[in-house]
């Protein structure tokens, strides 16, 4: 769905509400098994308090220094707000990310494997982690190529990181459910119960194959800059 400026934010968490529970009926599941992460990223905080406002309570963000700027002050007004890190993340940040985050979908790389669990070891804190999966082969994208994935998942383990599950971001522009599919199969043969994936353009179809978290950035804040 595409938002445009005359709907509310309201307006198009309801709508967005909407399509999620149709979804979740045509694919026998619950609502309450897919968790809506809103990506506010570029949008400022004016953009998302009426988010807040109308109940949601997960977000996302693809940048460790633009989430600094934004969360602190917002999260005191709504405490109970979950940020997740859904862009890639930078080994000197892990630091920041873990002290911020609340749960990151982007673990791609053995040297990340290593910065988070001695910032988890230094923050005394523990940040559930989707290990990200080049589903399409586009090394630019970020993402574990499918053939480390099981080599790193035996890393993280021996880290202690708690990995929930995979997460993809699709080739642009074609049929993302086959990459879905893939994704899904890839978490079932490692028992991963996570599956982080979806966007605006085809979360139905995610859900629909199996998606736990949906980031929907366009169709609840409408187009970035
Ligand atoms: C921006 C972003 C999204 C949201 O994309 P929309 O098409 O605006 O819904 C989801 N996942 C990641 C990793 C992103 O960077």
Not at 41 to 51: F, G, S
Not at 68 to 89: S, Y
Not at 202 to 224: K, N, P, Q, S
Request: glycine share 8%.
């Amino acid at each position: 769905m595409t938002a445009n400026t005359t709907t509310t934010a309201t307006d198009r968490l309801t709508a967005v509400q909407a399509e999620i529970a149709k979804a979740c009926t045509i694919a026998r599941r619950k609502p309450e098994e897919v968790t809506l992460v809103a990506v506010s990223k570029t949008h400022p905080a004016e953009a998302i308090v009426p988010l807040l406002e109308a109940g949601q309570r997960v977000f996302g963000e693809n940048r460790v220094q633009e989430a600094q700027g934004k969360w602190p002050a917002l999260r005191e007004q709504f405490p109970q707000t979950e940020l997740h890190l859904v862009g890639q993340l930078q080994s000197n940040k892990a630091d920041d990310a873990v002290a911020l985050f609340d749960c990151i979908h982007s673990l791609d790389r053995p040297s990340l494997v290593k910065a988070l669990a001695k910032a988890f070891d230094k923050a005394g804190r523990q940040v559930p982690c989707f290990v990200q999966v080049d589903v399409g082969e586009e090394e630019q994208k970020g993402g574990c190529p499918i053939k480390d994935v099981p080599a790193l998942l035996v890393q993280a383990r021996e880290a202690g990181i708690p990995v929930i599950g995979l997460m993809c971001v699709p080739p642009f522009g074609i049929e993302p459910a086959p990459y879905f599919a893939l994704l899904a199969k890839i978490a079932d043969d490692h028992g991963l119960e996570g599956r982080s994936m979806g966007m605006s353009g085809d979360f139905a179809t995610a859900i629909m194959l199996g998606a736990t978290h949906i980031r929907v950035g366009t169709a609840l804040f409408g187009e970035r800059e």
